[in-house]
Nanobody, 125 residues
Framework: QVQLQESGGGSVQSGASLRLSCAASRSTYNLYDWGWFRQAPGKERQGVAAVATDGSTKYADSVKGRFTISQDNANNTLYLQMNRLKPEDTAMYYC???????????????????WGRGTQVTVSS
C-alpha cells in the first residue's frame, strides 16, 4: 500500500503556471509507475502525464510542450509543472501509482491501483 497526497492546485488566469506535487507515504522507486490524471465535470478521467519505473515518460497530446512530469525520489514526491495554462486545463488533478504492463498503458487509469484525493486546478480566461 502507498498513500498519495496532492497539493499545489489553485485558481489562475490563462497563461499562468502551476506546479502540482504528490507526496507518497513510502518510496516508490523501481516499484511503481507514476501518473497524473485529470477529470473535468461530465468528462471521463484522462491521463495527463506519466513516468515509468525506467524513467520513460508519456504525455497527452493536449499538454505536450506545456506540462512536464518529474520526480524527487529522495523525498518520495512527484511533480507536474504546468505552463501556459488554458481554460480547458480546468479539472480535478489526481496523482496515481501503479504498474502498467506496457508503456502504452501509462496514461490509462486502469493501470493504477493507488490514487490521491485530488487537487483542483481552475484556469480562467
Amino acid at each position: 500500500q502507498v498513500q498519495l497526497q496532492e497539493s499545489g492546485g489553485g485558481s489562475v488566469q490563462s497563461g499562468a503556471s502551476l506546479r502540482l506535487s504528490c507526496a507518497a507515504s513510502r518510496s516508490t522507486y523501481n516499484l511503481y509507475d507514476w501518473g497524473w490524471f485529470r477529470q473535468a465535470p461530465g468528462k471521463e478521467r484522462q491521463g495527463v502525464a506519466a513516468v515509468a519505473t525506467d524513467g520513460s515518460t508519456k504525455y497527452a497530446d493536449s499538454v505536450k510542450g506545456r506540462f512536464t512530469i518529474s520526480q524527487d525520489n529522495a523525498n518520495n514526491t512527484l511533480y507536474l509543472q504546468m505552463n501556459r495554462l488554458k481554460p480547458e486545463d480546468t479539472a480535478m488533478y489526481y496523482c496515481a501509482a501503479g504498474q502498467a504492463e506496457v508503456l502504452s498503458e501509462l496514461l490509462l487509469p486502469k493501470a493504477y491501483a493507488y490514487w490521491g484525493r485530488g487537487t483542483q486546478v481552475t484556469v480562467s480566461s
